[in-house]
């Protein structure tokens, strides 16, 4: 006569199966939190040009945004006054990194006081936000002589 209960390979059985369960959700997540962390990085390099540009037209200096070689960080350089300047150094996190897209240059100056891109180049700054972890990316572009910034 069986009494109630499990066996032990029925437990085993579950706890394999949630097992691989938990594996495919762990799998899951972090390829959500790689998107999530391009989409931010992008998202800031979108408002920080936009920033510089908004800086050169209102207080008639120039302004640079920068993206460091090794693609880690980037420079942003606002001239607010004669002789006030603000620097900020922007990093990634790990496993980010930023690329110039199609070799465009990888800076780009505001003149005062329009605002506009010191360059001729109707592609004057893009900049391609990559994961190691994933093949999700975005592009920041600024387009044309007034530098209009396009997410993509």
Request: hydrophobic residues 45%; aromatic residues 6%.
């Amino acid at each position: 006569m069986r009494t109630r209960g499990f066996s032990l390979l029925e437990l085993l059985a579950v706890l394999v199966i949630l097992g691989l369960l938990g594996a495919f959700g762990f799998i899951t997540l972090r390829e959500s939190i790689n998107r999530a962390q391009v989409r931010e990085v992008a998202t800031r390099l979108a408002a920080d040009l936009a920033q510089a540009r908004s800086s050169a037209q209102r207080y008639a200096r120039p302004s640079l945004l920068e993206v460091d070689p090794d693609g880690k960080s980037y420079t942003l350089t606002l001239r607010q006054g004669a002789a006030d300047q603000t620097v900020q150094i922007r990093t990634v996190p790990p496993g980010i990194r930023l690329e110039a897209v199609d070799s465009t240059p990888t800076q780009i100056t505001y003149t005062a006081p329009l605002g506009e891109i010191a360059s001729n180049n109707a592609a004057a700054f893009a900049a391609e936000v990559k994961s190691d972890r994933t093949t999700y990316s975005r592009v920041v572009r600024a387009i044309g002589v007034t530098g209009k910034v396009v997410l993509r």
